[in-house]
């Protein structure tokens, strides 16, 4: 947001984060007050997070404050009448910043640049990218049988051998080793249902007569699929975020001035996508056996936020429930040589291998490789730390493994600040609760009693949290449940 020269007067502080609708449009309607306007993105500065809540009372975003005034947030900000609206302006045009004014960064860097990726990245070319290259162009690859089915675009292990020691010179021992690095670094996979599946290439008959396919040969829908990955691996932790943050500011950049719908279509036609998708390339050869609980929960929480945006952007947004079930269930990306659907993350994932909503079973089989990645037991935080891209959902942010728990906390306790996600009603001894607690409620303890007791332990200090422990100590507390707003915020 655009800056006003320096004044000796007051300023408008709002603090916001990238991504989030009530921000932006708060934003939009301070900018026509004519007044000085500072942003700062405490997604930016995570260090003043908790002044700001000392301050305000709030962990939800955007907080606005005239001059040491602070007026709330959005919904505060677009309920002020004229006459009320105006006494904050002349406050800031007239009255000095007082000596306890809201503070800034302590960099005083521009919130348009500190911090952010514009997804150019400096690639180290592996070691076995360019061998890769020149086997696609090989005369390796081709069709072949295994019992009575046909397999495309596959090569059996001796011909991969036969090609390493003829064209590139090696002994047989070192072509059984080139062959492992392959299966290792995730280059090549064993052909499904055509051999054993071991991930190992060694100099005997079982390894011979396995047929292989490059990765991107592999079929699969795959938003990231069907080209190689020819950087050698990049940390997840650190992919996700520059993957998180690249899709982040396209997404900002594409979100209306009211904050209510995003141009998919702009964003898709942007330069800056072309390099997501470019980027996004890399999470197929990503480690993730090797991932701390921490690790996985920030990695796969920003991926799933980014997939989903990249699934609108490729299918468009679900507008039913059939095109909703298809959706989680089909958009997806291969990361670490496995592919994830939205489902699988979720569900499979970061909810430790649990059923999801209209599933008869478990993600992951026991057999399934991706069950070495899921959780050890469902994490509730999650919950409000995904993106669906519905209006309903958990505002977007971007999660780190150094600090992941107390973020969480924080996107649920911001998340319980809201009437869409619980209302108390005192005098009916009612709650009404978002459907997200109906249909994770075995995350939540399992029984109203404990889902109950888990909000009261997770909500902020606050008239709201008050009155739900008088319901509660009342008994008999009547539990319902609030509609959910499935609507897409696609402007097309």
């Known amino acids: 947001m655009g800056e006003f020269e320096k004044s000796p007067l007051g300023r408008v502080t709002v603090y916001s ?34 002044r700001v809540k000392e301050l305000t009372g709030r962990s939800t975003v955007p907080q606005i404050f005239f001059n040491g005034v602070h007026v709330g947030g959005n919904d ?8 009320e609206l105006q006494r904050l302006v002349n406050l800031v045009k007239e009255e000095p910043l007082p000596a306890d004014a809201p503070p800034l960064p302590d960099d005083d860097q521009s919130e348009s640049t500190t911090g952010e990726t514009d997804g150019d990245f400096m690639c180290e070319r592996d070691e076995l990218a360019d061998l890769v ?20 675009k596959s090569f059996s292990g001796e011909q991969l051998l036969d090609w390493l020691q003829e064209k590139k010179g090696m002994d047989r021992a070192a072509a059984c080793k080139t062959g492992q690095a392959l299966l290792q670094k995730k280059y090549m996979v064993s052909v499904r249902g055509s051999g054993q599946q071991e991930a190992k290439f060694e100099d005997t008959k079982d390894t011979a007569d396995r047929l292989f396919r490059l ?24 992919l996700s975020l520059l993957l998180r943050e690249l899709i982040l500011k396209l997404y900002s950049e594409h979100l209306s001035a009211d904050g209510k719908s995003v141009d998919y279509k702009g964003m898709s036609a942007n330069p800056a996508f072309q390099r997501y998708a470019e980027l996004a390339i890399q999470l197929q050869r990503v480690e993730l056996l090797s991932l701390s609980r921490e690790e996985k929960l920030a990695f796969f929480i920003n991926i799933y936020n980014a997939l989903v945006i990249h699934g609108y952007l490729r299918l468009g947004a679900p507008t039913n429930m059939w095109q909703r079930y298809r959706f989680f269930n089909y958009v997806s990306y291969l990361i670490g040589g496995e592919v994830f659907t939205l489902q699988d993350i979720e569900n499979g994932v970061l909810r430790g291998n649990s059923k999801g909503m209209a599933q008869l079973r478990r993600p992951f089989s026991k057999t399934d490789p991706r069950l070495q990645v899921a959780l050890s037991d469902a994490e509730p935080l999650i919950h409000f730390a995904l993106n669906c891209g ?21 996107a649920a306790e911001a998340f319980l600040e809201n009437d869409d996600a619980c209302v108390v009603d005192s005098g009916k001894k009612e709650v009404r609760l978002s459907q997200i607690f109906k249909w994770y409620k075995a995350d939540f303890g399992g029984t109203d009693e404990k889902l109950l007791k888990w909000i009261v332990e997770h909500m902020g200090d606050s008239p709201k949290k008050t009155s739900l422990q008088g319901v509660i100590s009342d008994g008999k507390t009547k539990v319902s449940f609030l509609p959910y707003d499935w609507s897409s915020n696609s402007s097309h």
């Open 17 to 50: 984060i990238q991504g989030c609708p009530h921000c932006v449009q708060a934003k939009a309607t301070l900018g026509r007050l004519a007044v000085p306007v500072r942003d700062v993105d405490i997604g930016r500065h995570p260090e003043l997070r908790a």
């Open 76 to 83: 505060d900000l677009q309920k002020l009448d004229a006459e």
């Open 133 to 152: 290259e020149d086997l696609k162009h090989g005369s390796v690859i081709g069709s072949h049988w295994r019992s009575l089915t046909l397999y495309k």
């Open 215 to 238: 990765l991107e040969d592999d079929p699969h829908s795959a938003l990231n699929a069907g080209q190689t990955a020819t950087c050698s691996p990049i940390q997840a932790s650190e």
């Open 390 to 410: 519905a209006k309903g959902c958990p505002p977007i942010k971007t999660y780190t493994p150094q600090d992941i728990d107390s973020q969480l906390r924080t």
